[in-house]
């Protein structure tokens, strides 16, 4: 059974507009990742060129969940304001670390183990279980 998108948004504590941001540059980062394996024309652009489309996903999450705090500390919700934005800050920063060094260890720049790499994923999925247990 598929997840309702009022569940995701309650777990994720991303907004529809931003879970919508993230997926679409998820699209976008995977047909240049598809270009660069299989096609010759992409084999000379690195990694990091790839992966501006999700590093410009988390700028324009972060600008948006910016403005939805102001907006709902002026309407006098601090705690909610402040909870909401120590969380997705929180994701967010986790996600580009993940993304930082997935980068550099497909650039070969810096030897890395892949428990190292996906050790920012662990941490997210864990503080997701936890929140997911705690909401419902």
């Known amino acids: 059974m598929l997840l309702a998108n009022k569940d995701v948004i309650k777990w994720l504590g991303f907004s529809s507009f931003e879970i919508f941001i993230q997926l679409s540059c998820l699209l976008v980062c995977t047909i240049l990742i598809m270009c660069k394996v299989e096609l010759e024309s992409f084999a000379d652009i690195s990694w990091w060129r790839i992966f501006i489309p999700m590093f410009a996903?988390?700028?324009?999450?972060?600008?948006?969940?910016?403005?939805?705090?102001?907006?709902?500390?002026?309407?006098?919700?601090?705690?909610?304001?402040?909870?909401?934005?120590?969380?997705?800050?929180?994701?967010?920063?986790?996600?580009?670390?993940?993304?930082?060094?997935?980068?550099?260890?497909?650039?070969?720049?810096k030897k890395t183990s892949a428990a190292g790499v996906m050790s920012p994923l662990f941490v997210l999925w864990g503080l997701l279980i936890i929140r997911a247990c705690k909401v419902t």
């Open 57 to 109: 996903a988390d700028g324009m999450t972060l600008y948006f969940s910016t403005i939805v705090f102001i907006r709902t500390f002026h309407k006098g919700n601090h705690k909610e304001a402040f909870r909401r934005v120590l969380w997705v800050s929180l994701l967010l920063v986790l996600l580009f670390l993940f993304k930082m060094l997935l980068c550099q260890l497909l650039e070969g720049a």
